[in-house]
């Protein structure tokens, strides 16, 4: 019985503080202003892995390329996070996923917003270049640029070649 009353409260602790820190859905947006922001945190390429796991929890695994880029996957929020030396680089979501190796295979479930759209997995390249808000350039079919030239964060869109949305990913400078 004494195990039990000190079980009891150990394991509640626990529980208690995966609720905490395990996220379930991911809010991402990127303002009209060229910010991005994750679960009201603004990320920047000064965003430190640390930082990321206090806002996601830890990665459900991780691979690293040949550019010492580290590939930080959550699976359960569909999201990738890329760091080099600690520090962001980039911020991925996949929608329709086309065997790409650097995004997780199921489709995202979180929220997005690119300026005043809200982006689903409907969205088509005519969506994007119908946003006015925010620089938007679509060169080629299959892909979309998002800010400026000279913006710190900056968003990539690619489509299939049906036109349907397969990743999104936010690269920060």
Same mark, same amino acid.
């Not at 479930?109 to 300026?115: D, F, R, T, V, Y």
């Given at each position: @019985? %004494? ?17 905490? $820190? ?5 809010? *991402? ?7 991005? &922001? ?10 430190? +892995?640390? %930082?990321? *796991? ?12 040949? $550019? ?10 569909? $999201? =990738? ?6 520090? @962001? =680089?980039?911020?991925? @979501? ?11 295979? %199921?489709?995202? &479930? ?7 759209? =809200? ?18 350039? #679509?060169?080629?079919?299959? +892909? #979309? ?11 990539? *869109? ?5 036109? &349907? @949305?397969?990743? =999104? ?5």
């Amino acid at each position: @019985m %004494k195990r039990l009353r000190l079980l009891g409260p150990l394991l509640l602790a626990c529980l208690f503080s995966l609720g905490v $820190v395990a996220q379930t859905k991911v809010d *991402v947006s990127y303002t009209s202003k060229e910010k991005l &922001i994750v679960n009201k945190l603004e990320l920047s390429k000064k965003t430190k +892995m640390s %930082k990321i *796991v206090e806002l996601l929890g830890e990665p459900d695994r991780t691979s690293t390329s040949k $550019v010492d880029e580290t590939a930080n996957f959550y699976e359960n929020l569909r $999201v =990738v996070v890329i760091t080099k030396n600690d520090l @962001m =680089v980039a911020f991925g @979501m996949n929608f329709t996923w086309d065997n790409a190796e650097n995004y997780p295979e %199921k489709s995202f &479930i979180g929220n997005l917003n690119i300026a005043d759209y =809200v982006v689903t997995t409907d969205s088509k390249l005519e969506d994007f270049s119908a946003i006015s808000s925010i620089a938007i350039s #679509c060169p080629i079919s299959i +892909m #979309c640029g998002i800010g400026q030239k000279d913006t710190k964060t900056k968003g990539l *869109v690619t489509f299939n070649d049906d036109g &349907i @949305m397969n990743e =999104v990913t936010f690269l920060l400078q």
